[in-house]
């Protein structure tokens, strides 16, 4: 897409927002259908070869919608911010439904996540999510960036304008955190 196009594109998202936060549910159901196609492109890499996941693409932006529009005092700034927030609401609900499996009695499977961002490799989502959780205690901006680029699977430029840093600092912290990841899960602590 073209500079200018993109631009205009942007301040119209922009307006949207700014509307929606002074009151506007229309603004709100506007920009929720502009960057429609942007959530099912972040829902469909969350789901993709999950096996038998009972949630599409459709239920978990439904879902993240649905939560967005209940939550009160919302304020997102741009674009991204919107983004990020729907990556991270989705990567909840993921875990949500990988919990509610596994404390399920009967017909027991492991909620897998697969994604090209890591090479394909499948991932517990709950081990994930303990790993996050200990993560976050370690360096709670890594976690974000890994929330943001895993679930939400928005771009390097993209998470450079949510966090405030350059694209070079992004992708030196996604090296760093994809490494203590694969560490984690590799190497999970013990309950004892």
């Excluded at 492109?41 to 599409?56: D, G, V």
């Excluded at 303990?130 to 929330?147: G, N, P, Q, S, Y």
């Amino acid at each position: 897409m073209s500079g200018p196009a993109r631009a205009g594109e942007t301040d119209g998202t922009n307006l949207l927002l700014y509307q929606w936060r002074n009151g506007s549910s229309e603004a709100r159901d506007r920009l929720i259908e502009r960057l429609h196609p942007e959530l099912v492109q972040i829902a469909a890499a969350r789901l993709r070869r999950e096996r038998e996941s009972s949630l599409s693409t459709g239920d978990l932006i439904n879902q993240v919608v649905l939560r967005i529009i209940r939550s009160e005092g919302l304020a997102f700034t741009d674009r991204a911010h919107f983004l990020a927030l729907s990556s991270r609401l989705m990567r909840n609900i993921l875990i949500d439904h990988a919990r509610a499996k596994a404390s399920s009695k009967r017909d027991h499977v492991k909620i897998e996540l697969c994604t090209a961002i890591d090479g394909g490799r499948r991932v517990d989502l709950i081990a994930l999510e303990t790993a996050l959780i200990r993560l976050k205690e370690l360096d709670a901006e890594l976690m974000e960036l890994v929330e943001m680029r895993y679930f939400g699977g928005m771009t390097i430029g993209d998470i450079a304008i949510v966090m405030g840093v350059s694209e070079p600092t992004v992708r030196r912290r996604w090296q760093v955190a994809r490494a203590w990841l694969a560490d984690a899960l590799t190497n999970p602590l013990s309950d004892d």
